[in-house]
């Protein structure tokens, strides 16, 4: 049995949409747990993340995937809270050769969401983690519902414009069809580097 | 009297579509003459690239302006052979306090295009230049005729899905436009820093 | 009157020597004001930082240099969590034309800090602010009292080992005074580019 | 048999004595064939890159190694040209699922590695590559002799501080171990994913 685990955080629910079609995808595989682990404002006292429940979830895992909304060019302060904590893990290389991945979400179709997979990438290289980036890299079409239509490679992107009328988020058809492909891609990934 | 120099690579034609928007936005502004430059394979042997007379009109320029496609994630070796030989001027710092800029075109949306500007950044701040990012950092939407409709702050973006059928290259209205603001804003800045 | 603000975030005292170093530099500049702004963990409530006053000042600023400790490959949550609220100045661009700056210190010499300020460079960027990198591009050597010994371009970088004695925090001779170059160099910058 | 290819680019020697270490390591490594290839500025034509026997003996490895100096900033222009030509691979998708890592040299301690080994994941993402990060990753020390002295997480870092006295090019012994540890790593993981 192959544990993924997915730990994100959304403001306004489009990085969660996203979160549930990676969740969908990961799930097609067989012999896999899927594991969805959402960051919250609570858990932050004075700028610090706790959850030690959540870490241990993590620690447990053969594939994390991260997930975080793009803000100001970068993961959401929040979701850098859980990663600081993280740092416990790291002294002891705690997550190390787990397989590792991530996706995110802005308004805008660039919208320097790139920057904040690299961060991503970054991050899991300090854990000496395995990345595996997206698996439709060549992008099928620039239309709404196409795989891959902003063009990621390093994870996944979904983008949707801001909607100011207070309707419930929505991601683009496109985008959560490469979120599942990718939580598919993971899984196997991590199936296969235990399997080795 | 500021001078603004665009030096760039273009291989399917899209780059120079911007490179000639990007230089019809800085003639809008008074005082201001525009030297644009083009980077060929010609001028590289063996690898390395020299052109002595172009390398002289940057050395004159207030504001340099840098463009490539994004190829494979990154500027175009053409351009990074241009680059490379520009480090003669390093040594010396010849570029310190230059205005600089840069913009980039690929096929797909993001299609890691922020690490190409990133790039440019990087480059421009080993010659201690100053950075001047995009001026429609609020984009009005993501349609084809918006300004900013990609959403790039570091500098312009502009994007072309990929077409087979052999006609010219074309680049979308609002990607034209931005480049043209950005044009402006740079022969600008280089104005103001001059006179500061 | 030039006025220059320094926010920062220090954890364990490096970061914070860093910011002292830059004000020094500032200071050196006739007619400039310089502030001191640290960010700490009781500004931050659910993971959302709050301070008005700070937020003012900021807004008043002429030159804002930002600075951060490289936790994990990147900016110290704390910082995030004021770069996130900065937002709400991100919608109306408040800080547009500011002059821009960043510093960052971690334990080891690289220690993926060109990432953070890189980063510091994004932010920058959707603020549509002017960015003025280090101003000692060629390092003197790579000894620990030499001037830009690490090689950092973008900003300046300070390096610690990590000390588990309890002793208080100590950085380098040479990443302080080339924090220091730098808090000149952008004052100067500040001055200059609203005087032009 | 697990077959591991390391491709690089050096202009003054240090990159290639990092190779020769990356080599030294996957050697030690059983049942793994390693090839040593150099791209040189005569395989460069018009800025273009062009050597189809190397390029097939990529297409035969389990694992690429893609080593570059870092100049001005990023990857040298010889190997990007590489990286260009092989876009050719990259509309098949013909690397997918093979392992990739990465290295580089400059003269100083940062010196702007980290935005390179950067790039190069960027490049092995577009060609879905799985990316295997350094093994070192909690730095000994940041003495020469130290393994990962330097601190880098994504790839290897080397650094030799430049000599104007034209004696041969030397890497610091506790870059080149780092090189090592890390070629091994690479044969390790990529006979395990094959095995997966």
């Known amino acids: 049995m192959t544990h ?8 306004n629910g489009h990085t969660h ?18 594991e969805l682990l959402r960051i919250t404002g609570d858990q ?23 997930g975080s909304p793009t803000y100001m060019g970068g993961v959401a302060a929040q979701f850098k809270a859980f990663i600081d904590a993280a740092s416990s893990v790291w002294f002891t290389q705690g997550w190390k050769d787990k397989v590792a991945g991530g996706f995110t979400h802005s308004g805008s179709p660039s919208g320097d969401k790139q920057g904040t997979l690299l961060y991503l990438m970054v991050n899991a ?12 890299v060549n992008p099928s079409s620039d239309a709404p519902d196409a795989v891959n239509r902003l063009g990621s490679y390093a994870g996944v992107m979904g983008q949707t414009a801001p909607d100011m009328t207070g309707k419930p988020a929505e991601v683009h058809q496109g985008d959560l069809l490469t979120a599942q492909n990718y939580g598919k891609r993971i899984a196997e990934a991590a199936q296969r580097w235990k399997m080795g």
């Open 17 to 34: 949409l996203m979160a549930e079609a990676v969740v969908a995808g990961a799930k097609q595989v067989s012999n896999t747990t899927v």
């Open 4 to 11: 993924v685990a997915i730990i994100y955080f959304s403001g």
């Open 125 to 136: 290289m300090q854990h000496c983690m395995v990345w595996i980036g997206g698996t439709d």
């Open 44 to 66: 932050i006292t004075q700028g610090r993340w706790r959850d030690d429940e959540m870490l241990q979830k993590l620690n447990q895992a053969d594939a994390i995937i991260f």
